[in-house]
């Protein structure tokens, strides 16, 4: 029993920092930039598929299931603004700058999170 509990904090811890890393390796957009490329979307896409694993791993009420919780309703308000049309590109761009801002302070919140899961083990 002691066994399967330590391999489900492990994994997790692992998915937890996989999570984490995908929000901080966001890429960025130029200063002078007027429109998202796809493969900025594509790659919030991606951060945010390994977000929803972490957190149907969290445990129910913790603190890492709280910050994913939230930079998944960031990634999703702003994927939902982007296909509405109701956003102009410059304006996505502007978000999206704010958007990655707080996901890299949230990644970096849930490094710490994922360190204490660690020291668990």
Not at 28 to 35: A, D, I, P
Not at 101 to 106: E, N, Q, S, Y
Request: aromatic fraction near 6%.
């Amino acid at each position: 029993m002691h066994e399967y509990l330590r391999r489900r904090r492990r994994r997790r811890a692992e998915t937890l920092a996989r999570a984490s890393a995908a929000l901080a390796d966001l890429p960025t957009l130029g200063r002078h930039s007027r429109e998202v490329s796809r493969f900025v979307v594509r790659a919030l896409v991606d951060a945010r598929a390994k977000v929803v694993e972490a957190h149907h791993l969290a445990r129910r009420r913790s603190a890492a299931r709280a910050l994913l919780r939230e930079a998944y309703r960031w990634v999703d308000t702003w994927l939902r603004a982007r296909e509405s049309g109701d956003v102009t590109a410059t304006q996505l761009v502007v978000l999206y700058g704010q958007l990655v801002w707080h996901l890299k302070h949230l990644a970096r919140r849930l490094s710490v999170v994922a360190r204490i899961d660690t020291y668990r083990l």
